[in-house]
């Protein structure tokens, strides 16, 4: 590419002082409401609300391994799809081979898909 | 690093800072507005004429009201909830470019907070943080309620986060650049608008950002009908205020950035052709940028009165077996047509 982008770390210098300015709204909302809100504190106000029903038991129990299996597949295609970001951003260059060689990739790609699929990894019906 | 540049950008973030607050606090109103309009009413109108002063008062409301943290609950984490909400979604704009540069006496300000080369990838780091506030404050509440909510936010933000990704990487194969500010620099004008080069994959992306946002019809973190309040079912006061306020700051940020790589953010027909100063197109440009946001929010709170809300598995079939197959169609013929292009023509 003809035109570099000169990377260093004072580019992302500003994005630090943003993350400051966020912080600091955030923090000071929070304490700011702490401090100025009514507090009035009964047991029955502070049990956690089932709609109006005695609660039962403790809300972190095991919950459906449904989730946990997307979590899991997540991370397994997220990280081929970031394999193909360099890949994009230098297609022009690679020309053919480099598209031959990501349908190579992608076919590879596709075949975990198929497979996950066909396991019913995916099936919420049920 | 000398003192003015860090002025500068300091200046330049309050200014984004604010901006996007007063858009996100109106959002509240015109989402009401909008409402009342598609429901044939009136929506809020006593608050100030047209209710215009109706954000400011709930924002008040929010302030004055009784905190309560439940007794079963992480209270550090339930605190961190809220706040690492509301952080993730005001530092995503710190990559995207409101406008060219301006000068001022012999000063070059870029409209722009941080000009990084990575910036895409930057701003889906910042998306995939977004889900921690709502998993953190789902989970610390200890009600079930809020922990299903968490459970399915985070699993659709994952889900969508790959077709996304996917249809990101066409739009990169096109612009062989991951900075935004080049990005946006590359489509001058009205026929190198990237929509034009990208439907498919731009479409993949409205999709993913309305999953991302848990705008409705994928607003089951928090669908009412069937878990109260979703993940903030706990939360009162200001903290429910700041998870409010980070969806519709998400929802700007989200808009800017369609804006920005598919609308061609600042860029309008026939820039160059009137005989402006490099100024004044500056100053236009950022106005154009600014109605092509409102245009997408506006578009946001349209479908959320059009279409009711999917069903669980709908929503990961769509994402999974639909989106994922579909962008991959999308790259391989963008990548094929890419080809075909410079060999021929």
């Known amino acids: 590419m003809e035109t570099e982008v000169i990377n260093s770390s004072a580019n992302y210098l500003p994005i630090l002082f943003q993350i400051i300015v966020a912080a600091g709204f955030g923090v000071t909302t929070i304490v700011v409401t702490h401090l100025i809100g009514p507090k009035v504190r009964t047991e029955n106000k502070l049990s956690s609300f089932e709609s109006g029903i005695e609660v039962v038991g403790n809300a972190r129990q095991p919950f459906s391994i449904k989730y946990f299996m997307v979590a899991i597949l997540f991370v397994i295609f997220d990280i081929e799809v970031i394999f193909m970001y360099p890949w994009a951003v230098n297609f022009r260059e690679f020309g053919i081979n480099g598209l031959i060689e990501m349908f190579v990739f992608m076919g590879l790609l596709l075949l975990g898909f198929i497979y996950i699929i066909k396991k019913k990894a995916l099936n919420w019906d049920e | ?59 008040g409301k929010f302030f004055f009201k009784e905190e309560i943290i439940p007794a079963g609950a992480h209270r550090p984490l339930f605190i961190l909830g809220p706040t690492l909400a509301i952080i993730t979604a005001c530092i995503g704009s710190a990559v995207i470019p409101w406008g060219q540069a301006l000068t001022i006496g012999d000063r070059v300000v870029e409209l722009q ?21 709502i998993m953190l404050g789902g989970w610390a509440s200890n009600n079930k309620f809020s922990l299903m909510g968490a459970v399915r936010a985070a699993s659709q933000s994952i889900s969508y986060e790959l077709a996304m990704g996917l249809s990101i990487i066409a739009l990169l194969m096109v612009t062989q650049s991951l900075s935004l500010k080049e990005i946006v620099a590359q489509q001058e004008g009205f026929v190198n608008w990237n929509i034009w080069a990208q439907p498919l994959g731009f479409l993949i ?83 154009v940028f600014f109605i092509k946001i409102i245009a997408f929010i506006f578009f946001f709170m349209w479908i959320r009165w059009t279409l009711p809300r999917f069903r669980y598995d709908q929503l990961m079939n769509l994402g999974w077996k639909m989106l994922i197959p579909l962008a991959l169609a999308n790259i391989a013929l963008t990548g094929v047509f890419i080809i075909l292009k410079d060999k021929f023509f």
């Open chain 2, 1 to 59: 690093m000398e003192f003015a540049f860090i002025i500068e950008k300091f200046i330049l973030i309050i200014v984004v800072f604010v901006i996007t607050l007063v858009i996100a606090m109106y959002s509240t109103l015109a989402e009401r507005k909008v409402a009342g309009f598609m429901q044939d009413r009136l929506g809020p109108d006593r608050a100030g004429i047209f209710g215009i002063l109706q954000p400011l008062c709930d924002g």
């Open chain 2, 113 to 133: 907070v941080a000009d990084v080369n990575v910036g895409i990838l930057y701003i889906f780091g910042v998306v995939a943080l977004g889900v921690y506030g």
């Open chain 2, 205 to 287: 992306f409205l999709i993913c950002a309305f999953a991302e946002t848990n705008r409705v019809p994928f607003d089951l973190p928090e669908c009412e009908t069937e878990l109260v309040g979703g993940y903030h079912t706990e939360y009162s006061s200001m903290k429910l205020g700041l998870y409010m306020f980070s969806e519709y700051i998400n929802m700007f940020v989200s808009s800017a950035l369609m804006a920005a790589i598919y609308f061609g953010g600042y860029n309008f027909p026939f820039m160059y052709d009137l005989g402006l100063s490099a100024n004044w197109i500056t100053i236009i440009g950022v106005f």
